[in-house]
């Protein structure tokens, strides 16, 4: 089994950046979809970004796009935070079938969880 920890989150203000960093323990070897996801209480988890680590592409949602970006393997540098960014951010991951080769942004998909870091902006 897996293990994720996230850290990073903080308060910033608009337009600055964070950088989350997703650690994991346990078996991390073969095919896995490593995502990340949010969530604000009272509301759905929302995917953010995910990747495959057995050369699959990455996936970002529109909301996203052009700001955040994976960066040294799954951590996952957040430029441009807006208040629509702030939420409960969450790693995650499942090991993932042959069929599955693009990573989903569904969090339904994935088992192991992080516990969540918490992004505030200003």
């Known amino acids: 089994d897996v293990q994720l920890v996230e850290s990073g989150g903080g308060p910033v203000q608009a337009g600055e950046s964070l950088r989350l960093s997703c650690k994991t323990s346990?078996?991390?070897?073969?095919?896995?979809?490593m995502g990340w996801f949010r969530q604000v209480a009272g509301k759905k988890r929302e995917g953010v970004a995910a990747?495959?680590?057995r050369g699959g592409g990455k996936v970002y949602a529109d909301s996203v796009k052009g700001r955040f970006t994976f960066s040294q393997g799954y951590n996952l540098q957040m430029n441009g935070l807006n208040p629509d960014d702030a939420a409960t951010y969450y790693c995650?991951?499942?090991?993932?079938?042959?069929?599955?080769?693009?990573?989903?942004?569904?969090?339904?998909?994935?088992?192991?969880w992080g516990q969540g870091t918490q992004v505030t902006v200003s």
């Open positions: 990747v495959h680590t």
């Open positions: 995650a991951a499942f090991s993932a079938p042959l069929s599955v080769t693009r990573c989903p942004l569904t969090p339904g998909d994935y088992v192991a």
């Open positions: 346990g078996y991390t070897a073969g095919r896995y979809c």
